[in-house]
């Protein structure tokens, strides 16, 4: 397979991906170099080779594989930086605009427009494990109703790092994906952790219960972004640079 979309470039929805974005490829999982890149720091998206729309529709193993390929992509290219933001977009109206399955990874200086997400009155526990606690509430923003679902590791790690490869991180990212799919399945959502150097790794699920209308300024999860690199378009020397590095720290050379 490799062989072959260095020569004709990525499958991604209804555009295709310059095979020079290409950082790894493993199990059946893609690391590339986002199509948009950060104005304050680097953006790499996860993508399965496997054309689906909705995370239900990979297998348990294929989940699996992709929350190693996710957390391993945020680890190498965050690492210990102040800040850093694992998202992923379900539906349109949730901020999802090619439907093709992909994850991000944005690390750096990002604005991500979720007000809802601190506003936690209320909150009720709903499962207490080993490893995490499970809490949700619902809020209404606007003309928008949102149910947050928030894992709270108990090691109250400040960088995902400090637990990567364990059995811990695989056990709270496994419920995470595993919530998301009970909570939306086929509907609008969201998967997200933020990491900012001060207060400890938090995972969210946002399970979207109403349509969001265009005038709500709330409507979209909003990114400090340029667009680049689609297939065909130039890639500067010094992208190409950045790419380099980043597909050095993503394979581990």
């Not at 219960?209 to 130039?234: C, M, Q, V, W, Y």
Request: aromatic share 10%; with cysteine; glycine share 8%.
């Amino acid at each position: 397979m490799k062989s072959e979309i260095l020569d004709t470039g990525l499958p991604f929805g209804q555009v295709t991906i310059n095979p020079k974005l290409l950082l790894s490829e493993k199990n059946g999982f893609w690391t590339v170099f986002n199509l948009k890149q950060t104005e304050g720091g680097s953006a790499l998206m996860i993508v399965p080779e496997k054309k689906v729309k909705y995370l239900y529709e990979l297998s348990y193993t294929e989940r699996a594989y992709l929350i190693n390929e996710w957390s391993d992509a945020f680890c190498s290219v965050v690492g210990y930086r102040s800040h850093g933001v694992m998202l992923l977009h379900q539906g349109e109206e949730a901020g999802q605009n090619i439907p093709h399955l992909h994850a991000h990874v944005f690390a750096g200086d990002i604005l991500i427009n979720f007000p809802f997400l601190f506003l936690e009155g209320g909150a009720v526990e709903h499962l207490s494990q080993r490893y995490f606690r499970h809490f949700v509430h619902t809020e209404t923003v606007g003309d928008e109703s949102v149910t947050i679902h928030r894992i709270v590791p108990r090691g109250k790690y400040i960088y995902l790092r400090e637990v990567r490869g364990s059995i811990e991180l695989q056990t709270i990212m496994m419920f995470w994906i595993e919530q998301f799919i009970l909570s939306c399945r086929d509907k609008q959502g969201n998967l997200l952790m933020i990491q900012d150097g001060e207060m400890p790794i938090q995972f969210y699920v946002i399970e979207r219960n109403a349509p969001r209308r265009e005038n709500n300024p709330h409507r979209k999860p909003e990114l400090k972004t340029r667009s680049i690199l689609e297939d065909g378009e130039f890639i500067s020397p010094q992208v190409e640079e950045d790419i380099s590095e980043l597909r050095r720290l993503v394979r581990g050379k």
